[in-house]
C-alpha cells in the first residue's frame, strides 16, 4: 500500500506557536496534497504540491516534499484556535491525474487560546 | 461557492436495511469518488466514475454495495442489506483536475 502515515498522531500547541506535521509514504507519486477536517465535518483541500515540486506556500502554509525520502510535512506558522482540525496528506498515484487518493490516517492539531 | 451536496446528513437504520445515500458533484466536475471513513480504518477509497463510467469499484464489498451515477448530476451508493460494521462516515468528492471537493458526509449508523 502507498497509504502516507502522518506524525505525530496528536499536536497540542498554543495560540501562536509554529505546528508541523510529518508525512510519509511508500510509492512513487503524481503529487502530494494536504487536507484539512474539522470534526463532523467533511475534508477541505489546503494545498497540493507535484512531484517535481520541493517547497510551496498558500499564506501561513508551507508545504515541502522530499521524493528521496518519501515524505512531506505542512507548517502552519502562527497558529489559530481556528487551526484545530485534523489534517491529512493524501497522495495521488503516478503518471495519473485526478485518480483517487490514499489518505493517512491524520494528525489532530488541537491549538490552545 | 460550488459545493458538493450530499444526503442525508445522518441516517440510522436497523441491520438489514437498505440505505441510499445521494451526491449531487460539482457542476461540470468529471470525475466523483465515494469515501468511507472509520477510526480503525480511516479513509479508504470505495469507487469513482470518470464521466459517469465506473473506472474502479474494488474497495467495496460486491455482495451489498452497489455505485451508480444515473446521471452527471447525481451518484448514489446503496446498501442492502446493511449490516453494523457498516457504520461509518461515506464522503462524496468530485473533481475536475488533481483537487478533489468533499462533500459534509452522511453518517450513516446500522442498529
Known amino acids: 500500500s502507498q497509504q502516507g502515515e502522518e506524525d505525530p498522531q496528536a499536536l497540542s500547541i498554543q495560540e501562536g506557536e509554529n505546528a508541523t506535521m510529518n508525512c510519509s509514504y511508500k510509492?512513487?507519486?503524481?503529487?502530494l496534497q494536504w487536507y484539512r477536517q474539522n470534526s463532523g465535518r467533511g475534508l477541505v483541500h489546503l494545498i497540493l504540491?507535484?512531484?517535481?515540486?520541493r517547497e510551496k506556500h498558500s499564506g501561513r502554509l508551507r508545504v515541502t516534499l522530499d521524493t528521496s525520502k518519501k515524505s512531506s510535512s505542512l507548517l502552519i506558522t502562527a497558529s489559530r484556535a481556528a487551526d484545530t482540525a485534523s489534517y491529512f496528506c493524501?497522495?495521488?498515484?503516478?503518471?495519473?491525474?485526478?485518480?483517487?487518493?490514499?489518505f493517512g490516517k491524520g494528525t489532530r492539531l488541537s491549538v490552545i487560546a | 461557492d460550488a459545493r458538493v451536496t450530499q444526503t442525508p446528513r445522518d441516517k440510522v437504520t436497523e441491520m438489514g436495511q437498505e440505505v441510499t445515500m445521494r451526491c449531487q458533484p460539482i457542476?461540470?466536475?468529471?470525475?466523483v469518488f465515494w469515501y468511507r471513513q472509520t477510526m480503525m480504518q480511516g479513509l479508504e477509497l470505495l469507487a469513482y466514475?470518470?464521466?459517469?463510467?465506473?473506472?474502479?469499484d474494488s474497495g467495496m464489498p460486491k455482495d451489498r454495495f452497489s455505485a451508480e451515477m444515473p446521471d452527471a448530476t447525481l451518484a448514489t451508493l446503496k446498501i442492502q442489506p446493511s449490516e453494523p460494521r457498516d457504520s461509518a462516515v461515506y464522503f462524496c468528492?468530485?473533481?475536475?483536475?488533481?483537487?478533489?471537493?468533499f462533500g459534509p458526509g452522511t453518517r450513516l449508523t446500522v442498529l
Open positions: 468528492a468530485s473533481g475536475l483536475g488533481d483537487t478533489q471537493y
Open positions: 504540491i507535484r512531484s517535481n515540486e
Open positions: 466514475f470518470r464521466n459517469r463510467a465506473p473506472l474502479d
Open positions: 510509492t512513487s507519486i503524481n503529487n
Open positions: 457542476l461540470g466536475h468529471n470525475t
Open positions: 493524501a497522495t495521488a498515484w503516478a503518471n495519473s491525474g485526478n485518480t483517487p487518493l490514499v
